[in-house]
C-alpha cells in the first residue's frame, strides 16, 4: 500500500489521491477556481503571485495545481 502526505495538511494518507480525503474538497474547490480565475482572465495573467492575490489561493497551492493532470497548458502561462 503506498503511503503519500498531504500536501496541505502533512497528514499521512493512503487513498492514493493529490491531497489526504479531509482536504480533498477544499482543494478540488480551489482547483475550480483557479480554472475559473484562468478561463476568465487567460492572457492578463501573467503571475502565479496575481493569481494569489486575487483568489486567496496560496502560491503553494497554486504551484501544485500545476502539476496535476490537465493543467499542463498552464504551465506555459506562467512560463513554468
Ligand atoms: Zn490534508
Known amino acids: 500500500?503506498?503511503?503519500?502526505?498531504?500536501?496541505?495538511c502533512g497528514a499521512f494518507?493512503?487513498?492514493g489521491g493529490y491531497v489526504c480525503p479531509?482536504?480533498?474538497?477544499?482543494?478540488?474547490?480551489e482547483?475550480?477556481?483557479?480554472?475559473?480565475f484562468i478561463e476568465e482572465n487567460g492572457?492578463?495573467?501573467n503571475s502565479l503571485s496575481q493569481v494569489a492575490s486575487e483568489t486567496g489561493i496560496?502560491?503553494?497551492n497554486l504551484n501544485r495545481f500545476l502539476n496535476y493532470n490537465g493543467l499542463e497548458g498552464y504551465k506555459k502561462l506562467f512560463n513554468i
Open 31 to 36: 482547483l475550480s477556481q483557479f480554472k475559473d
Open 58 to 60: 496560496s502560491e503553494k
Open 22 to 29: 479531509k482536504c480533498t474538497s477544499k482543494d478540488n474547490f
Open 43 to 45: 492572457i492578463e495573467v
Open 1 to 8: 500500500m503506498e503511503v503519500g502526505r498531504c500536501s496541505r
Open 13 to 15: 494518507y493512503t487513498n
